[in-house]
């Protein structure tokens, strides 16, 4: 389907403010059916509309949330981090990561990198990865270490299917699919230079042809064994990581071209003006 | 408007109890209409939406203000909570949303069977969108927001959500076209 970003808002713009509809679609006289299917999904999803909640409900909920925050606000008195700013929090806990490590051993760190969620060293390998964003500043060298992260949950989850472990490697693949999604609304929300939108351009190009033929293998095979269950769970998560990879690649796409004109793109560093 | 948002999270981190309640006030209806739209369910819709915010209470110091905007991270909590709640219960999304009904009094038979089938499809289709573009959709088309200020819940640029709406109506139809009935794709 082609981009059809632009008419769609002239078309909605159109509607909200009850103008000529069909005047706008004449300007896109190629495009008029597809842009008229859009329109008339908008108007069908209007009618899910939800009802509006129970006033009495709204105020009990309210006072339970307060409730909780009152009771977590007095066990919190007696957590001395819970005064310092969170900066200092982050980098302490860093540091008492990194002490931790250094001093336990970076055997344990070593040996858990292979491990499995349900292993004894998994806690370890999430909190090595957690210590990493902690200790990582530079938003490029973060958003690939959370495509790295992204990596490791999907092999997890392949490997736990391969252990017959079904359950597990579904909830592995929910984890991946977070994983993903989290990368996807990192770099939405981070600014990066042109070099950095390239470099996590091809790095998510090469991802994401592999993991799409590695699920889609995996959701065949799992098919084909007798579980159809954990095959839709695994396609499932095939079209949300798609969709978040071809977001990412779009919006790293318009960040290079809103920030930096196309002709400095293809430029060298230093080059001539 | 950004620097106040701030504010108002640095003041809900420290658990201040009327910074939550403002939080709590500003993104209730949202979330709220984001559960029901997928669980259709009036007591599963409350239950869900009381969790979020209790979630919010519990993990609020641990969100970044220069990471993701707060309404993206609320949603987040509200659709891993939607999607734990489906692992438990060993079903689908889809499943949940075949309880829908048309109650529509004046509706024939026929037609109400045939309404309730096509806003079946469509909400199993909702459910396959990125949970981003679901809380666009949400907003955009069931809400009825205004782009800008989805923008300024999002914190993204009106750019940005114009190319996801797009892309999350592109692929709701294509979902669509998948499981359409094959007397549809004949005629």
């Known amino acids: 389907m082609p981009d059809l970003t632009r008419p769609l808002q002239e078309c909605l713009a159109a509607m909200d403010d009850k103008h000529n509809l069909q005047e ?3 300007r896109y006289p190629a495009d008029r059916d597809e842009l008229i299917a859009l329109l008339r999904l908008s108007v069908d999803l209007g009618a899910l509309e ?3 909640a129970d006033p009495a409900f709204r105020l009990r909920a309210r006072n339970r949330m307060l409730a909780a925050a009152t009771h ?7 957590n001395p981090l819970a005064v310092l700013p969170r900066p200092v929090v982050r980098v302490a806990y860093a540091g008492a990561l990194a002490a931790a490590l250094l001093v336990g051993g970076l055997t344990a760190a070593a040996g858990s990198s292979n491990s499995l969620p349900g292993d004894p060293l998994y806690g370890v390998k999430l909190g090595v990865e957690r210590a990493q964003l902690a200790t990582t500043f530079d938003s490029a060298a973060r958003a690939q270490l959370e495509l790295q992260i992204a990596d490791a949950r999907l092999a997890e989850a392949q490997r736990l299917f391969a252990a ?3 359950n597990d490697g579904v909830r592995g693949m929910a984890q991946y699919d977070t994983a993903v999604t989290q990368f996807h609304q990192s770099i939405a929300s981070t600014a990066l230079d042109v070099r950095a939108v390239d470099d996590l351009s091809r790095s998510m190009d090469d991802r994401a042809a592999r993991a799409d033929a590695s699920l889609k293998a995996l959701a065949g095979t799992l098919a084909a064994g007798g579980d159809p269950e954990a095959a839709a769970a695994v ?3 095939r079209s949300h990581v798609d969709q978040a990879w071809s977001g990412s690649k779009q919006d790293l796409q318009s960040r290079g071209s809103v920030s930096h004109p196309g002709d400095q793109r293809t430029k060298p560093p230093g080059g001539a003006p | 408007m950004k620097t106040s948002d701030d504010a108002l999270i640095r003041r809900a981190q420290a658990l201040d109890a009327g910074a939550l309640a403002e939080l709590y006030d500003r993104h209730f209806d949202g979330i709220y209409r984001y559960l029901f739209t997928r669980v259709r369910h009036h007591a599963d819709a409350e239950d869900l939406t009381e969790q979020v915010f209790l979630k919010m209470v519990d993990s609020i110091h641990r969100y970044r203000p220069r990471g993701v905007a707060f309404s993206s991270w609320l949603y987040r909590i509200a659709h891993n909570l939607l999607v734990d709640r489906y692992r438990r219960a060993g079903r689908e999304p889809m499943e949940l949303t075949d309880q829908v009904r048309d109650v529509r009094p004046h509706a024939d ?7 309730s089938e ?7 289709a909702v459910n396959r969108l990125t949970q981003e573009q679901q809380q666009v959709i949400t907003m955009r088309f069931i809400d009825n927001l205004a782009v800008d200020e989805i923008a300024r819940l999002m914190r993204r640029r009106v750019g940005a959500i114009h190319s996801m709406q797009h892309r999350a109506l592109a692929s709701l139809y294509r979902f669509l076209l998948e499981t359409e009935p094959a007397e549809a794709r004949r005629a």
């Open chain 1, 164 to 166: 017959g472990r079904v």
């Open chain 1, 50 to 52: 939800a009802p509006a």
């Open chain 2, 109 to 115: 038979p026929a037609a109400l069977a045939q309404h």
């Open chain 2, 118 to 124: 096509e806003r079946r499809r469509l909400l199993a």
């Open chain 1, 72 to 78: 977590r606000r007095q066990a919190r008195r007696w």
């Open chain 1, 235 to 237: 396609t499932r998560t």
């Open chain 1, 24 to 26: 706008v679609l004449r």
